[in-house]
Antibody
Framework: QVQLVQSGAEVKKPGASVKVSCKASGYTFTTYAMHWVRQAPGPRLEWMGWIHADNGNTKYSQKFQGRVTITRDTSANTAYMELSSLISEDTAVYYC?????????????WGQGTLVTVPS | QSVLTQPPSVSGAPGQRVTISCTGSSSNIGAGYDVHWYQQLPGTAPKLLIYDNSNRPSGVPDRFSGSKSGTSASLAISGLQAEDEADYYCQSYDSSLSGYVFGTGTKVTAL
């Protein structure tokens, strides 16, 4: 069965960066795209970007462009999301989610979420 | 940024039918992009509930149904159950943003 397992909770100082990992299993990693979505207290969902695990192509939300970097390691079946220049408003749960077989995507499997806290 | 608007909350008695609207614009739903729905139970990750406007993934009960018309979409729950209490989100693609957008979310309560 498809599983996405994310790294543990993080506490970061303002101005720092955070890197969250997402290890996939139960399917051929390079066949699908991996998306990142965050959920701040509120609790709205916000799409951040995606990477196609095969060729490494990425697309980022305009809101996060320049501050987010999504990468993948095909040998480890793992995707990563790095967010830099953190501010308190970046405190949120960050999810990875597998994109459907073809774009435009829906998100058919989700990780358990990683809480990132940036104290003000 | 949320460009899909949902009612903050809906409620109904067990067994009743409730509907959740998702209103977009000419750059997302109105442009012909499909709408998908997710269910988020308290303390858990979102789960795909409806894809491509009206299709249910394997394992989703048939009391959940979706539809789309014009610049809006709807999720219906027929025969509301206590276990359906959750937050529900719609999602689509927006051509002006060149990215994916979620609805504002709706909390469903069984009275």
């Amino acid at each position: 069965q498809v599983q996405l397992v994310q790294s543990g909770a993080e506490v970061k100082k303002p101005g720092a960066s955070v890197k969250v990992s997402c290890k996939a299993s139960g399917y051929t990693f390079t066949t699908y795209a991996m998306h990142w979505v965050r959920q701040a207290p509120g609790p709205r969902l916000e799409w951040m970007g995606w990477i196609h695990a095969d060729n490494g192509n990425t697309k980022y939300s305009q809101k996060f462009q320049g501050r987010v970097t999504i990468t993948r390691d095909t040998s480890a079946n793992t995707a990563y999301m790095e967010l830099s220049s953190l501010i308190s408003e970046d405190t949120a749960v960050y999810y990875c989610a597998r994109g459907s077989a073809a774009a435009p995507y829906y998100l058919d499997y989700w990780g358990q979420g990683t809480l990132v806290t940036v104290p003000s | 940024q949320s460009v899909l608007t949902q009612p903050p909350s809906v409620s109904g008695a067990p067994g009743q039918r409730v509907t959740i609207s998702c209103t977009g614009s000419s750059s997302n739903i109105g442009a012909g992009y499909d709408v998908h729905w997710y269910q988020q139970l308290p303390g858990t990750a979102p789960k795909l509930l409806i894809y491509d406007n009206s299709n249910r993934p394997s394992g989703v009960p048939d009391r959940f149904s979706g539809s789309k018309s014009g610049t809006s979409a709807s999720l219906a729950i027929s025969g509301l159950q206590a276990e359906d209490e959750a937050d529900y989100y719609c999602q689509s693609y927006d051509s002006s943003l060149s990215g994916y957008v979620f609805g504002t979310g709706t909390k469903v309560t069984a009275l």
